[in-house]
């Protein structure tokens, strides 16, 4: 997604670089056959960890890194499923050091006020996106406790902070996802276990593709955020390695806001011009 850019500007000063070594970590990661999921299993995976994938989805590209990322067919809404994938990473890597939550649906049928929408839409999102994450965490911590450390890391929304009209089943759920980190941080702190979340802004990747027009269109979407674009997934994957690295070991039962100032820029405020207005 290229709408919206910022006008050209002068050739840019370096930014620095950031570089982790996982060596010897076991990571899972749901939803990680494509979009956000996919692109933080490969960073997980770049940085020397053990990457295993849970999806009901084969994975969007063939290139699975020499084998460094193993996926695995897994459905969050059932519970046996979840068991199944955790009994077997402690069975085959002996531990599980970071889980991210974040396999997630948002239909196009679910944009509609609450009194339109079928049960069928949002129950599945229930079962999905918050019900989910809970199975997921629910196994993997007693393992977790074990070893007396560990990360979870829910991936939340923008709409986990503020709304609008036609989404009223994604966003609170969003919102349940960030007050689970909270809770399941305060829980096991004692633990070693760190549980945080990390709320997006809108990202390219297929979900937001598939909903444009009900959010406005590509580049309307683009705009609403001040930095004038769409994120990219690597960017979301970004926080989450920082968040589960040895850098981040004081930060725990929050959430890192990775939304190209969304969240910052007030209703009542003047929107920016579109290119050619």
């Known amino acids: 997604m290229n709408a919206a850019r910022p006008p050209d500007r002068p050739t840019a000063r370096p930014q620095g670089t950031v570089r982790y070594d996982n060596t010897g970590r076991v990571v899972l990661v749901t939803g990680g056959a494509g979009g956000i999921g996919y692109a933080i299993a490969t960073a997980f995976a770049n940085s020397g960890a053990t990457v295993v994938s849970a999806d009901v989805k084969d994975p969007s590209t063939s290139e699975d890194l020499d084998g460094k990322i193993e996926f695995r067919h897994v459905d969050t809404s059932v519970e046996s499923d979840c068991r199944s994938v955790v009994d077997h990473i402690v069975a085959s890597h002996g531990a599980i050091d970071v889980l991210v939550n974040n396999a997630a649906i948002q239909p196009k049928e679910s944009f509609q006020p609450i009194d339109t929408i079928e049960e069928e839409v949002w129950q599945r999102m229930i079962a999905i996106n918050f019900g989910g994450y809970m199975r997921m965490a629910a196994?993997?911590?007693?393992?977790?406790?074990?070893?007396?450390?560990?990360?979870?890391?829910?991936?939340?929304s923008g709409q986990a902070h503020r709304t609008a009209r036609e989404v009223g089943v994604y966003g609170p759920i969003k919102s349940a996802n960030l007050m689970q980190a909270r809770q399941w941080a305060v829980e096991y702190a004692r633990d070693g276990i760190r549980v945080v979340s990390v709320s997006p802004g809108a990202i390219d990747t297929p979900m937001?593709?598939?909903?444009?027009?009900?959010?406005?269109?590509?580049?309307?979407?683009?705009?609403?955020?001040?930095?004038g674009r769409i994120?990219?997934?690597e960017e979301i994957a970004a926080a989450v390695l920082w968040l589960s690295s040895g850098e981040a070991t004081f930060v725990t039962g929050t959430d890192l806001e990775v939304d190209g100032g969304l969240g910052a820029f007030g209703a009542f405020a003047d929107p920016y011009?579109?290119?050619?207005?």
């Open 231 to 233: 994120g990219r997934p």
């Open 139 to 156: 196994n993997v911590i007693p393992q977790m406790r074990r070893q007396g450390s560990g990360v979870v890391v829910n991936l939340a």
């Open 273 to 277: 011009p579109l290119p050619g207005e």
């Open 208 to 227: 937001v593709r598939a909903s444009l027009q009900e959010q406005g269109g590509e580049a309307a979407l683009a705009n609403r955020h001040p930095l």
